[in-house]
């Protein structure tokens, strides 16, 4: 075992007594200690990945303040009282609180009593909170979500921009950057903005191992949902659509089916928007049901599955929107609705851009995306090359693929073949709409206009549907059998087209997909139960859930803020039914054994004994 310092032994022993952990995830230790010796860190990790306890435990450390710069007003709260919940002195200012609770918090910081002060950038740079600050002593500023500080992000806050004036003001303390935006050019913005060329830099996996990915073709999207949510009584999700009418219309639907959920969108009141965001973190509604407008800063760590009901625009917002989903750990499952109608849908907007270039790049993502979506390898690979990582498992065993792995089977020699001729005898001045028009024999004006009805490739293709002949076609672009020009799609002939047509070669493919009414297939039933938490008492789960949701209600914060579900879990598994056993479950510390130790235990004993007496009967 290597060797820990006095630092870290003490940061372990804080993760185990106050939050309750066991170990440190990956990157945890190796950050605090940096962080320990002030010494600058820049912190990448994927969302839920842990970097909060990153600053948690050295501020409890340090004997000045901790700074937490967020430009997340709306999510302080929640994490101020998160903080408190563990006994940690957390406060914050920011425009939500009252005149009253600001001067009170102010009075708390000059006291010197208040560890973590968590702060929008814009509230930092106010004169009396410069003077105050100097005057308790800082020790670490914490930037979070320091991607912001770069235009080449999807949040820019000119805000951030000042804040290497506040470092220089506090040469004393030490600096933690941290965000999950992964690309290069963010990451070298925030070191040249916030001067972190001294930095360290951690870098995590972007590999989110507790979600399972699925896509299965899109048919009756309702149905198909309604399906998906059996599978998930009472657990948290999301389901993001393209448009507000979408949310608008699937929001009803799922309540005259039973389900209780709300809809989140840029076209509803601000007090709505928040009204619902609130109901859901505070699980008093199970199903948020948005548009990509939902999302950002929440911190809620039960996300059991996010369903897209529509085709995302790119991987980038695939992977963030996926991400919030299972932040505790817990397996949690993405399920995407993959149907061609919603690629025309994203076309038709990139073509409304007036931009060229930011035109071809849209394209060129939403490329991507399909191909994601098309792919039959493992969807790990693709998802975390694209963010430059490399994943070198040749399978992951938690997504559809993996579990239901599709091979390259069909022979798609013929397919290929009649496209190419259909491509030479047109003259190689078509795009795939018209082609396929011609193989179908359809009676579109533009085919007699060309009269390319009286060629030997008319109607020799109606063995396929327009979409199953889409598919193919993508296939053989994939396969580069063919050239496609940027600007109208044209597709032309290659030397390797050549070689096919001369009869040389054999081309194997993905089967196109069959066009059914009802899919229903693609989940497999036994997937979901096989990657379901170790088995628990599901019962039990049930009445500590009710308790803490009673508990939670009474303090006016989430759920989560008392127990995550996985110490619920845990508890509903191992019974403990003392305050020392209770001790050991994941995620009790200190001051959550002395704060609700009493009523947990008992409930579990309670519940223990009936059960007892039930089986004795
Ligand atoms: P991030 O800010 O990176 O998205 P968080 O800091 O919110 O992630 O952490 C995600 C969840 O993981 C939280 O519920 C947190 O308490 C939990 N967590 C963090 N570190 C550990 C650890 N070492 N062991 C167990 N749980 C942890
Ligand atoms: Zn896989």
Redesign the pocket.
């Given at each position: 075992m290597e060797k820990m310092n006095n630092n870290l032994e003490k940061a372990q022993s804080i993760l185990k007594n106050v939050f309750g952990y066991d170990a440190f995830r990956p990157l945890q230790a190796e950050c605090i200690d940096t962080v320990l010796q002030k010494r600058d860190a820049l912190l990448i990790m994927p969302t839920g990945g842990g970097k909060s306890l990153c600053y948690q435990i050295p501020a409890l450390m340090f004997n000045g303040l901790t700074v937490v710069v967020s430009p997340l007003i709306a999510l302080m709260k929640d994490q101020v009282s998160q903080m408190k919940s563990l006994g940690l002195e957390a406060e914050v200012l920011n425009s939500s609180i009252s005149f009253e609770e600001y001067d009170m918090n102010k009075l708390l910081i000059r006291s010197g009593q208040t560890k973590l002060l968590f702060m929008a950038p814009e509230t930092l740079m106010k004169p009396d909170i410069l003077e105050m600050l100097s005057s308790t002593g800082v020790d670490c500023l914490t930037i979070d979500e320091a991607h912001c500080i770069s235009e080449w992000g999807h949040d820019f806050r000119p805000e951030y921009r000042r804040l290497k004036e506040i470092r220089e003001r506090f040469p004393r303390a030490v600096c933690l950057a941290m965000t999950a935006t992964a690309t290069p050019r963010v990451r070298e913005d925030i070191v040249a903005n916030l001067d972190l060329t001294k930095a360290r830099q951690f870098v995590a996996s972007f590999n989110r191992t507790n979600l399972f990915?699925e896509i299965i073709p899109k048919s009756q999207p309702l149905l198909q949902t309604l399906d998906f949510l059996k599978r998930f009584r009472n657990q948290s999700g999301i389901i993001y659509c393209f448009s507000r009418r979408q949310v608008d219309e699937l929001t009803d639907d799922l309540n005259s089916h039973g389900f209780k959920a709300l809809a989140y969108h840029a076209g509803l009141t601000d007090e709505t928007r928040h009204r619902n965001q609130e109901a859901f973190i505070r699980d008093d509604a199970q199903i948020m049901v948005a548009t990509i407008a939902f999302g950002m800063g929440i911190n809620k760590p039960n996300v059991r599955f996010v369903v897209h009901y529509d085709l995302p625009k790119n991987l980038e917002s695939y992977y963030q929107e996926t991400g919030r989903a299972g932040r505790d750990g817990i397996p949690a499952h993405c399920l995407l609705l993959f149907g061609y109608g919603d690629i025309a849908k994203i076309r038709y907007f990139i073509d409304q851009k007036t931009d060229e270039q930011e035109q071809r790049v849209a394209q060129r993502h939403l490329e991507a995306m399909v191909h994601y979506a098309e792919s039959g390898v493992?969807?790990?690979i693709p998802l975390i090359t694209y963010f430059g990582e490399s994943y070198t498992q040749p399978?992951?065993?938690?997504?559809d693929?993996?579990l239901n792995p599709r091979e390259q089977t069909f022979d798609m020699t013929l397919a290929t073949k009649k496209f190419l001729a259909c491509v030479s005898r047109t003259g190689q001045r078509f795009g795939a709409t018209h082609l396929i028009d011609v193989l179908r024999g359809s009676q579109q004006q533009r085919v007699f206009q060309n009269g390319h009805q009286d060629l030997d490739v008319y109607g020799l293709g109606k063995e396929f549907t327009v979409k199953q002949w889409k598919f193919l076609v993508r296939q053989f672009l994939q396969k580069r059998l063919l050239d496609k020009e940027e600007e109208f799609g044209v597709l032309k002939l290659n030397s390797n087209s050549l070689e096919i047509l001369n009869n040389k070669e054999m081309v194997q493919g993905y089967p196109p997909p069959v066009e059914t009414t009802m899919s229903g297939g693609g989940t497999d039933r036994t997937t979901a139960s096989r990657y379901s938490p170790e088995r628990y008492d599901q019962g039990l789960f049930e009445v500590l859930r009710r308790k803490r949701k009673e508990l939670a209600d009474k303090k006016n914060v989430p759920p989560y803020v008392i127990f995550p579900d996985k110490s619920l879990i845990e508890m509903s598994a191992v019974l403990p039914q003392t305050k020392e056993e209770l001790s050991k479950i994941f995620g009790v510390g200190a001051k959550k054994l002395e704060t609700y130790g009493d009523v947990f235990v008992q409930l579990i004993k309670a519940y223990a004994d009936q059960t007892r007496e039930k089986a004795q009967r």
């Amino acid at each position: 075992m290597e060797k820990m310092n006095n630092n870290l032994e003490k940061a372990q022993s804080i993760l185990k007594n106050v939050f309750g952990y066991d170990a440190f995830r990956p990157l945890q230790a190796e950050c605090i200690d940096t962080v320990l010796q002030k010494r600058d860190a820049l912190l990448i990790m994927p969302t839920g990945g842990g970097k909060s306890l990153c600053y948690q435990i050295p501020a409890l450390m340090f004997n000045g303040l901790t700074v937490v710069v967020s430009p997340l007003i709306a999510l302080m709260k929640d994490q101020v009282s998160q903080m408190k919940s563990l006994g940690l002195e957390a406060e914050v200012l920011n425009s939500s609180i009252s005149f009253e609770e600001y001067d009170m918090n102010k009075l708390l910081i000059r006291s010197g009593q208040t560890k973590l002060l968590f702060m929008a950038p814009e509230t930092l740079m106010k004169p009396d909170i410069l003077e105050m600050l100097s005057s308790t002593g800082v020790d670490c500023l914490t930037i979070d979500e320091a991607h912001c500080i770069s235009e080449w992000g999807h949040d820019f806050r000119p805000e951030y921009r000042r804040l290497k004036e506040i470092r220089e003001r506090f040469p004393r303390a030490v600096c933690l950057a941290m965000t999950a935006t992964a690309t290069p050019r963010v990451r070298e913005d925030i070191v040249a903005n916030l001067d972190l060329t001294k930095a360290r830099q951690f870098v995590a996996s972007f590999n989110r191992t507790n979600l399972f990915y699925e896509i299965i073709p899109k048919s009756q999207p309702l149905l198909q949902t309604l399906d998906f949510l059996k599978r998930f009584r009472n657990q948290s999700g999301i389901i993001y659509c393209f448009s507000r009418r979408q949310v608008d219309e699937l929001t009803d639907d799922l309540n005259s089916h039973g389900f209780k959920a709300l809809a989140y969108h840029a076209g509803l009141t601000d007090e709505t928007r928040h009204r619902n965001q609130e109901a859901f973190i505070r699980d008093d509604a199970q199903i948020m049901v948005a548009t990509i407008a939902f999302g950002m800063g929440i911190n809620k760590p039960n996300v059991r599955f996010v369903v897209h009901y529509d085709l995302p625009k790119n991987l980038e917002s695939y992977y963030q929107e996926t991400g919030r989903a299972g932040r505790d750990g817990i397996p949690a499952h993405c399920l995407l609705l993959f149907g061609y109608g919603d690629i025309a849908k994203i076309r038709y907007f990139i073509d409304q851009k007036t931009d060229e270039q930011e035109q071809r790049v849209a394209q060129r993502h939403l490329e991507a995306m399909v191909h994601y979506a098309e792919s039959g390898v493992c969807r790990r690979i693709p998802l975390i090359t694209y963010f430059g990582e490399s994943y070198t498992q040749p399978e992951c065993g938690l997504c559809d693929n993996c579990l239901n792995p599709r091979e390259q089977t069909f022979d798609m020699t013929l397919a290929t073949k009649k496209f190419l001729a259909c491509v030479s005898r047109t003259g190689q001045r078509f795009g795939a709409t018209h082609l396929i028009d011609v193989l179908r024999g359809s009676q579109q004006q533009r085919v007699f206009q060309n009269g390319h009805q009286d060629l030997d490739v008319y109607g020799l293709g109606k063995e396929f549907t327009v979409k199953q002949w889409k598919f193919l076609v993508r296939q053989f672009l994939q396969k580069r059998l063919l050239d496609k020009e940027e600007e109208f799609g044209v597709l032309k002939l290659n030397s390797n087209s050549l070689e096919i047509l001369n009869n040389k070669e054999m081309v194997q493919g993905y089967p196109p997909p069959v066009e059914t009414t009802m899919s229903g297939g693609g989940t497999d039933r036994t997937t979901a139960s096989r990657y379901s938490p170790e088995r628990y008492d599901q019962g039990l789960f049930e009445v500590l859930r009710r308790k803490r949701k009673e508990l939670a209600d009474k303090k006016n914060v989430p759920p989560y803020v008392i127990f995550p579900d996985k110490s619920l879990i845990e508890m509903s598994a191992v019974l403990p039914q003392t305050k020392e056993e209770l001790s050991k479950i994941f995620g009790v510390g200190a001051k959550k054994l002395e704060t609700y130790g009493d009523v947990f235990v008992q409930l579990i004993k309670a519940y223990a004994d009936q059960t007892r007496e039930k089986a004795q009967r």
